[in-house]
């Protein structure tokens, strides 16, 4: 029997999820051949990621919608013809062959949203026209105020607060009880007053409806991504997790909130930010346990260069990002921050890490500068540009490649991807980008 | 002319600074030289912002604070300071694309730095532009946008305002999220601007003033 999961260390976790990441015990590949492609995948994967040197670097686009455009569908489509979705997945894999698959985490089921009534974005048939990315609507949906009724408790806030007024069906939740306030039985009915409303009854059933829908899209994503793996693509992300700063100042307090914030109220949402550790080192760990993939996607938003000083940076982003990468490897989970902007200004800063557990993935940092600064910590991933990839040639692509193997994939430990997903990329352009990960990136 | 009130803007202390205007404007102070003051603060924020000491969260505080102050000084203001303006400028979110927090700061940045803007606001069709243009005159133009999507909007606004026979008397500026130089090229803008202050410098180099 194995040691129990308790009883192991950080390191003996990271290896048995690797092993498993490896190995897929017990899952069934489509062919001998595919099972092969697949463990070469995702060891290449696993020795970039532990610094060695492997047989060739790892190439795979950020395909984000690329799959479904080339495919002739809409974003609409996108969002609601989830079959047509798995097959211009499966044709784009079967055409370019990538060693990884990013896939299905900016994949959302739009009925969902319909059912729920969510304002917190526009999307094609809400807002938006069937051609155009689902775009969120910036706002304080969280005041300043409520600091400290957030930070005392998240979930309650959550339900109570935040969901009533992201999504319109949910608005009578506003009228949730305390949950902690169902103690002895005595005091339980009050608390069960509010759950025999009409109205939070009707918000309620929109909440299973929503449910049944999101099961139904996983009936297909999921049969999707075991046929993704099945055919021998390594899967590049099990789950995903943000930086404390931007959980709260995406989504809750907007950038312009938070930005005044950080003068208004620095203690409260430094409080905050580390009350939000532990929610998503979970978000992260949990969705690992499900898909057995240990790497989890941390998209940055707030920390990029420009945002703020690298005082700043320091006092309110770093130490909580920092501590949810810590906890994620702790339970043996692969932290995979991803860089979205420049990070040029706060390399120095994040080489401040255990060496070899994680992955720092960039977008429109000097990729030279990343080797030189994080090369002995880290291994690195990144960072064809998105507006290369849309307005520059197969030949610019080719050489932008080869330079960057050159410059970043020395020793191993480097990735050869994209910076933010390729959506509206030229075709020929990733066909460049794959052979020119190929032809380049043998060791 | 307080210099105690110049200061207090550019250190970022909002409650020191407001208090001071309320107390100016209260004593009966010439309002156009309150007004005058935030200006020369706007200026060192400016100058710290583009040395690298100032950021997004002073510039936003700078904003709060020059609100505040216009506010209370505008119920006592006789007349509207004559404020020269350096040159105009026409700006938008391209087709599409609805993010305007960074197309904001440089709106706020141009403002304060002398120039006459006009934001058309976000998912701006090239009509609106085109037509914009006609209307305002400016002389540069400024095309955000954050999503990839807005490449070839870029693409289309300038397209547009090319067939309408507007391009040549303007410059075009690009920038926003993953627009690099490269876009700038596809697009046939004339420049790609790196953050606000690179905007406000394009602007000033060709407008002059």
């Known amino acids: 029997m194995d040691k129990s999961w308790k009883a192991m260390s950080p390191d003996e976790r990271l290896a048995q999820r690797l092993d498993g990441y490896v190995a897929m015990p017990g899952f069934e590949f489509a062919s001998p051949e595919a099972e092969a492609a697949y463990r070469e995948r995702a060891t290449i994967i696993r020795d970039a990621f532990e610094m060695r040197v492997p047989k060739r670097v790892p190439v795979f686009p950020s395909e984000g919608f690329f799959p479904v455009f080339h495919a002739g569908l809409t974003m609409r489509d996108a969002l609601y013809e989830y079959e047509q979705v798995a097959a211009a997945t499966l044709a784009y894999l079967d055409e370019y062959q990538p060693d990884a698959w990013f896939g ?10 319909d059912i729920l009534d969510y304002k917190l974005y526009d999307w094609p048939g809400h807002g938006l026209s069937d051609e155009l990315m689902y775009q969120m609507n910036e706002g304080e949906y969280v005041v300043a105020e409520e600091y400290a009724e957030l930070a005392a408790d998240p979930s309650g806030f959550f339900l109570g ?6 999504f319109g069906a949910l608005e009578p939740l506003a009228k949730m009880p305390l949950l902690p306030s169902i103690q002895e039985m005595p005091m339980t009915p009050t608390a069960l007053l509010a759950f025999g409303l009409p109205d939070v009854q009707a918000a309620l059933h929109k909440l299973m409806e929503a449910g049944t829908e999101a099961l139904r899209w996983m009936g297909v994503m999921g049969g999707l991504a075991a046929q993704v793996r099945a055919l021998g693509f390594a899967d590049w992300a099990g789950g995903a997790a943000k930086a404390p700063f931007d959980a709260i100042g995406d989504t809750l307090r907007g950038t312009k909130g938070m930005m005044l914030d950080m003068y208004r109220h620095a ?25 057995g993939v240990p790497l989890v996607f941390i998209p940055l938003h707030k920390g990029a260069d420009g945002f703020m000083s690298n005082a700043q940076f320091e006092k309110f982003y770093w130490p909580t990002l920092k501590a949810v990468m810590l906890g994620l490897v702790e339970e043996g989970c692969i932290p995979v921050p991803f860089a979205e902007g420049g990070y040029g200004q706060r390399l120095e800063i994040i080489a401040d890490f255990p060496k070899g557990k994680c992955i720092w993935w960039f977008d429109q940092t000097d990729m030279g500068r990343a080797k030189e600064v994080l090369g002995d910590v880290c291994c690195i991933a990144g960072n064809v540009p998105t507006a290369l990839m849309t307005a ?3 030949d610019e692509v080719r050489a932008y490649c080869k330079d960057l193997i050159e410059v970043a994939g020395v020793d191993g430990g480097f990735i050869l991807t994209n910076g933010c997903g390729i959506d509206h990329a030229r075709a020929e352009n990733v066909r460049a980008m794959m052979e020119a990960g190929r032809e380049y990136g043998l060791y | 002319m307080s210099k105690e009130l110049v200061n207090a803007i550019a250190d970022m202390r909002e409650d020191e600074a407001l208090a001071l205007a309320r107390a100016m404007v209260e004593g009966g102070a010439d309002p156009t030289g309150i007004l005058e003051d ?23 505080m ?4 020059l609100n505040g102050i216009t506010d209370m000084v505008k119920p006592v203001l006789t007349q509207a300071p004559g404020v020269e303006r350096r040159g105009k400028v026409l700006i938008g979110t391209v087709a599409g694309d609805i993010h305007d927090i960074g197309k904001n700061i440089v709106t706020f940045m141009l403002d304060v730095n002398g120039f006459e803007v006009l934001d058309l606001g976000v998912d701006v069709a090239p009509e609106k532009f085109v037509e914009s243009i006609r209307e305002f005159q400016p002389e540069v133009v400024g095309l955000s946008g954050f999503l990839t999507l807005a490449f070839d909007a870029m693409v289309d ?19 926003g999220g ?10 046939g803008a004339d420049a790609y601007g790196d953050d606000a202050m690179g905007a406000v410098n394009l602007a000033s180099e060709w407008i002059g003033g």
């Not at chain 1, 203690?267 to 898909?291: K, Q, W, Y």
């Not at chain 2, 060192?44 to 690298?52: A, K, L, N, S």
Request: charged content about 25%.
């Open chain 2, 38 to 60: 935030a200006r020369e603060a706007m200026d060192i924020v400016g100058q710290r912002y583009e040395e690298g000491e100032y950021y997004l969260p002073e510039l936003m």
């Open chain 1, 104 to 113: 299905s985490l900016a994949l959302v089921p739009g009925r969902c949203f």
């Open chain 1, 267 to 291: 203690d409260e949402l430094i409080e905050t930010c580390e009350r939000f550790v532990p929610l998503m080192v979970e978000m992260g760990v949990s969705a690992v346990n499900m898909t």
């Open chain 2, 157 to 175: 606004t300038v397209a547009a305002i090319e067939a309408a026979g507007l391009r040549d008397g303007i410059k075009i500026v690009v920038g």
């Open chain 1, 392 to 394: 520059g040639t197969p």
């Open chain 2, 62 to 65: 700078a904003g709060e604070m």
């Open chain 1, 161 to 166: 607060k935040y969901l009533p007024r992201v």
């Open chain 2, 178 to 187: 993953q627009v690099t130089d490269k876009i700038r090229e596809y697009a």
